[in-house]
């Protein structure tokens, strides 16, 4: 009998590149998801298509090795993550099928990844522990495709929980549900359809930066130094782009801590101002915002949206806004306009709705 898992995309509420300085990140997982319908076979082989790929991908079960660079390579780095651990794998028959936009800094490679894991683990028996489903789906966009994620994607996709928002603490990995209900609130998500590069090297220089800084202030990681602390850190920096940096990521921590705490008081006007200075920390400190997203936050806080920012790695994909329900039309009406008048591409929209993890589907 075949088996179906569905494993959701996510939005970052706040906590943007903290994950690998250690620090403290909040996604939730949304209603679009991906969903992997696995069987086995007796050829040994595994046959791995996808609704949105035209070609399916076939290999002997024994043979696939990382970074081909094909598609597939998600759902095979799964497989070659469980056999790493020991498990001895019979071939299979993975089936993908998503509403997720693929590329756009939603996670559709986590909830892909995840899709499989949960499906090949429930067809299989194997009963992993959720540790174990975390490091075999970051294993598997890591150390087989080869994408520097930090792993909020994968925890987001697993362990969410709806309605809520998933507080994590990338250092521990320990993570909290905090109730994320939005009242008479919208959050509406943009996805600008510019082009995100999130492995290329703007990435990797700013991952690098963090690891120097750390280096030169004689931390672990640049989440070891707080808001008290920052002053006298930046002081210490030799360089203008690490003391950039820095402050982004000290501030950007302080900013989730605050978000957590006005979530749980049930303060949700107060998260317009902090997405708004996360966005600002982005553009001029960390600096990977682009022209697109500058300009749906503008035009977002342009018609009195409580507070906007770019949400994913950066340079593209997405912008989250929070609105009044009653104005979420209006809002959206004038980042068409103001994307016209620029001459971008045209927004997608849609509302988020904090959803549950993955789950089983029925067969
Ligand atoms: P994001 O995770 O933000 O959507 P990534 O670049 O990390 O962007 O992952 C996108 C890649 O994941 C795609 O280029 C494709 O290789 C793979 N992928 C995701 N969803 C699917 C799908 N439904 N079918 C086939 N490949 C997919
Ligand atoms: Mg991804």
Do not use: K
Not at 54 to 76: K, M, Q
Not at 218 to 224: E, S, T
Not at 317 to 337: F, H, P, S
Request: glycine fraction near 10%; aromatic fraction near 4%.
């Amino acid at each position: 009998m075949p088996v179906r898992w569905r494993a959701p995309g996510r939005v970052n509420l706040i906590g943007e590149h903290t994950d690998y300085n250690d620090g403290f990140v909040l996604p939730f997982a949304i209603e679009q998801g991906t969903t992997a319908t696995v069987d086995t076979r007796t050829d040994g082989r595994v046959a791995v298509a996808s609704t949105q790929r035209p070609e399916p991908v076939e290999v002997a079960v024994d043979t696939f090795r990382p970074g081909t660079g094909s598609w597939a390579d998600y759902a095979l780095g799964v497989l070659w993550a469980l056999r790493r651990r020991g498990v001895d794998l019979p071939g299979l028959t993975i089936s993908i099928d998503s509403d997720v936009p693929v590329g756009s800094g939603l996670s559709s490679s986590a909830a892909l990844v995840c899709s499989v894991a949960t499906a090949v683990d429930a067809l299989l028996g194997l009963e992993l522990s959720a540790d174990d489903l975390l490091a075999v789906t970051r294993s598997a966009e890591n150390d087989f495709v080869g994408a520097p994620t930090g792993g909020m994607d994968q925890l987001a996709s697993l362990r969410s929980e709806a309605g809520h928002a998933l507080f994590c603490d990338m250092r521990t990995l320990a993570t909290e549900q905090v109730p994320f209900d939005l009242g008479d609130l919208t959050l509406l998500v943009i996805d600008t359809r510019a082009e995100h590069r999130h492995a290329d090297g703007e990435y990797r220089r700013r991952r690098e930066g963090c690891e120097r800084a750390a280096r030169q202030l004689g931390v672990p990681a640049l989440r070891d130094i707080d808001a008290a602390g920052l002053q006298s850190a930046l002081a210490r920096l030799d360089d203008d782009e690490l003391r950039r940096f820095t402050r982004h990521i000290v501030t950007e921590n302080e900013r989730v801590l605050q978000t957590v705490a006005a979530l749980r008081a049930g303060e949700l006007a107060e998260l317009g101002p902090l997405l708004t200075a996360s966005h600002v920390s982005m553009r001029d400190d960390f600096r990977i915002t682009g022209p697109e997203l500058d300009c749906a936050v503008d035009a977002l806080l342009g018609v009195g949206a409580l507070g906007a920012r770019m949400t994913g790695g950066g340079f593209g994909g997405c912008v989250i806004g929070l609105v009044e329900t009653r104005t979420a039309d209006t809002a959206l009406a004038a980042v068409q306009t103001a994307f016209a008048d620029r001459a971008f591409g045209s927004p997608q929209a849609f509302a988020a709705v904090p959803s549950g993890g993955a789950h089983r589907l029925a067969s």
